[in-house]
């Protein structure tokens, strides 16, 4: 019973809105007034530059990897594993302490999947990348990554609890970056205005 606990965990983990009360912190803006309109690594780095950008990045992927690490420590049980890694996505993107107005959950979910197999997360980072670079759309490439990065897990043989959290994240993230199917972008990424 205790078990169920660590989603829990994983929810009021991922809810923890690092880019809001940063760029409120550093200029006193929300960060969902610009770019996407999204509480992101790139938008905290639209509003308030890079290094700033670098620590909410690296504070989204630490809340999916803490509760996911203790849930592989405490619990061990695949199915509490992959719903505290997928809880936290989802935390992320619809934070309980703002609204429900979140992140897209890219970073949290890669905290996850680390927690489990570093290896699978550099090959997540790199089939994102790939992704990127061949569909040249941020957000369409989210949505492909999200609903193939399970069966890439799987014929690479992580048939572990790697492909189950690799299953809910992968859901969730194909869902969230939905809503920006048709976004405009200026740049690949950080849709700034491009230099003439």
Known sequence: MINILFPLLGYLS????????????VKNVDVRDSGSGHATTTNTIRQVGFGWGALVLFLDIAKGFLPTWLAVEFSGELLMIAMTATAAVIGHCWP?????????????AGGGILAINPLAFLICLGFLILLVLV?????????????LIAPVLWLLNFR???FWVGVGVGVVIAFRFLIDWNRKYRELWLDREKKT
């Open 14 to 25: 991922g809810s923890l809105p690092f880019s809001i009360w940063i760029t409120r912190f």
């Open 135 to 147: 569909v040249r759309h941020s957000a369409r490439a989210s949505v492909f990554a999200g609903i």
């Open 160 to 162: 572990d609890v790697t």
């Open 96 to 108: 309980l302490f703002v609204g429900f107005r979140g992140g897209m959950g890219l970073a949290t």
